[in-house]
């Protein structure tokens, strides 16, 4: 950690330097600063310090650009702060300058964020003692080899040892050969190689900046899905390295960053990646603080630290942005406040690795795709789904007039078994993924919004296979072999649907009449598993009346995941008790109304403080019989049976 010049001692005139990267190759430039003055708004407001840069290296690049956010700026050898604003639309060389004092308190505020109940490994902790326990055995190796010399050859050891000691070149004996240690000439190369890795990883700055979140492996509709959904704050999303699949990714844990180079900042990390580049203001051992304003401020937070790879800077009128890559995976980012943010090298971030497979029938193509996201209660659903559909769209090309079929299962201590697991399948004429994802999403909110307890996600696995045609079917007529019925009798209904475009087909579907039905006209509906049916509370709304919803208040989480498990699925023919047919005319529907609200009236003077409730047994499941179709079924029909004593 360097010297800091504190706020109070920053004066106009002060000439100082500040430093960062602009080019491919990583090297650390230097661009002189001028101090303007201090600007302080009162209490809890943020102090900045106003400042002003020139040069032919500025000039060139054409000024301060969007990325250049957090470079550090020193006057007399300490630092005053980071780089955090231009003047957009205005001067492109006068900017502002975060204080380092304002920046410092990231590192000490509450961090509990990374909590999980998942057992973990420390992966630099075991690498650091696998290298410890390989020492320890070339050691025993060695001091059996050495038990095992003749006199003159431990001598020999000896004065080997001790030219060694005392720069000498050893004689070097058979004896003395270890063939399992490595020589000084393999552990210098491969030193060699570590840092030239480590160099070329480290190599650029970044690009961060409010304005632009930097992505990889988003077509042009993923980008857009991702978008509307993500809360942007007014920022623009850029694609870069097209695919991702150019540049393979990787996890470091040896890092070291300094002042000056680049820094990113990820939400998803692996084939699609997501997040925001910038530069390293100041480090303290491990401790790392950049950007010298906020990333989404969300405050304690749980996100990716990463190098980062600048490409070049695109210089505008009003003003200018340097284009970075997101690098390897370096540690974690703690801290996203108004002042920066914050992070420690070597530490990682819990995560969910989602990996995605789809296959497209009528293109032939079939691809699997892998990435990270990082644990945000709030972003989660959202960057799952939005993964998840950018990866439809990269192997179909065109989700319009196309049917799915997907398959997901979320591995989380939030529902019983460990794992919940939901199939279905959609059509739409537009756009076909934005539907698929909808019950991924509806999943993962319920998951991470658990109000019993923080939820832990292992993983995410999601199949999807595409056809480019419409595969629906209208329901026609549902036949019984009989009418006349009795409580536990099994019925055969022959009913005959209408695929899109195809000849009509017939279909047996078998219907056991409850055990405990009563006497009288017995009511089915015959639907699609997506239909949703009539039921009390409905009832209720449309007669204009107070609809209870304090059961739903109530129930767990791992109730709402059963109840969506259990929901009928699009392709499904469900045939199943329902409500008696619509009323055929306006007065029938008026006479329907005026009972509902008579009955209530009469409930609601017997008792007054309670509210009227029309909800069935809740313990009571629906009796109904599921057929599975190869279509999409868009509508309900209506049968009847006579039920005798």
């Known amino acids: 950690m360097p010297p800091i010049l504190p706020y109070s001692e920053v004066t106009a005139g002060m000439q100082g330097t500040a430093y960062t990267v602009l080019d491919a190759s990583g090297e650390i430039r230097a661009f002189p600063v001028e101090i303007l003055g201090g600007m302080e708004g009162g209490k809890g407001d943020q102090r900045m310090i106003m400042a002003r840069t020139g040069g032919d290296f500025i000039e060139q690049v054409g000024g301060v650009l969007q990325g250049m956010s957090g470079s550090p700026v020193y006057v007399d050898g300490r630092l005053v702060g980071a780089l955090s604003a231009g003047m957009k639309d205005l001067s492109p060389y006068t900017f502002f300058i975060t204080p380092i004092e304002d920046m410092t308190p990231l590192w000490s505020m509450p961090d509990t964020k990374n909590q999980t109940n998942i057992d973990t490994v420390d992966l ?74 480590d160099t070329a990883a480290q190599s650029a700055d970044a690009s961060e900046e409010k304005a632009y979140f930097f992505t990889r492996g988003f077509n042009g509709a993923g980008l857009r899905y991702l978008q509307d959904k993500l809360p942007m704050h007014g920022a623009s999303l850029l694609p870069l390295s097209g695919s991702g699949a150019a540049t393979k990714l990787y996890t470091r844990y ?234 536990g009798d099994t019925v055969m209904f022959q009913t005959k649907i209408r695929p899109y475009r195809k000849a009509e087909e017939t279909l047996s579907i078998p219907y056991t009449v409850p055990k405990t039905q009563p006497a009288g006209t017995l009511h089915l509906d015959i639907r699609g598993g997506g239909f949703v049916p009539v039921n009390p509370l409905m009832l209720l709304a449309q007669a204009g009346l107070e609809v209870p919803d304090d059961e739903e208040k109530v129930k767990s989480t791992g109730d709402r995941l059963r109840e969506m498990a259990e929901m009928g699925q699009n392709n499904e023919i469900i045939i199943a008790p329902g409500a008696a047919p619509a009323p055929t005319s306006e007065k029938e529907m008026k006479k329907r109304m005026r009972a509902a609200e008579k009955a209530a009236a009469r409930a609601a003077k017997d008792e007054p403080e309670k509210r009227v409730t029309l909800l069935a047994d809740p313990n009571k499941k629906e009796e109904k019989e599921k057929f599975f179709a190869p279509y999409v079924i868009e509508n309900v029909i209506h049968a009847t049976l006579k039920v005798e004593e």
Do not use: C
Not at 160 to 176: C, P, Q, R, S
Not at 343 to 372: M, R, Y
Not at 443 to 467: C, K, P, W
């Open 124 to 197: 630099v902790k075991a690498v650091e003692e696998r290298k410890k326990a390989e020492e320890k055995r070339r050691l025993r190796e060695r001091e059996k080899a050495f038990a095992k010399m003749s006199r003159d050859e431990r001598e020999a050891e000896w004065r080997d040892m001790i030219a060694a000691l005392n720069g000498e070149k050893a004689e070097g004996t058979a004896a003395n050969a270890d063939e399992s240690a490595p020589t000084n000439d393999d552990a210098a190369a491969r030193t060699d190689n570590s840092a030239a890795e």
């Open 254 to 487: 040896d890092a070291a960053l300094t002042g000056g180079q680049p820094v990113g900042v990820a939400l998803v990390y692996g084939d699609f990646s997501v997040g925001a580049t910038g530069t390293v203001t100041a480090v303290d051992g491990k401790k790392v603080l950049a950007f010298g304003h906020s990333f989404l401020h969300k405050g304690n937070v749980n996100y990716f630290m990463t190098d980062a790879d600048v490409v070049g800077t695109i210089a505008g009128q009003s003003n200018g942005v340097k284009i970075a890559n997101i690098g390897s995976v370096i540690g974690r980012i703690h801290q996203d406040r108004e002042t920066g943010v914050a992070g420690v090298l070597g530490t990682f971030p819990t995560s969910v690795p989602v990996q995605i497979h789809v296959k497209d029938n009528a293109l032939g193509k079939e691809e699997t795709f892998g990435a990270h996201i990082a644990y945000d209660e709030e972003l989660l659903p959202i960057l799952s789904g939005s993964v998840a559909y950018a990866a439809m769209s990269r192997v179909s090309d065109a989700l319009g007039s196309s049917t799915a079929r997907v398959r997901f299962a979320i591995r989380t201590n939030a529902y019983e078994g460990g794992v919940f697991e939901r199939r279905n399948m959609y059509y739409s004429a537009a756009d076909v993924g934005q539907i698929a994802v909808t019950e991924l999403l509806q999943a993962m909110n319920l998951i991470v919004t658990n109000a019993e307890q923080e939820s832990d996600v292992i993983d995410v696995n999601v199949d999807v296979e595409l056809d480019g045609e419409r595969q629906t079917a209208l329901l026609l007529s549902a036949a019984p072999d009989k009418t006349s019925v009795k409580p």
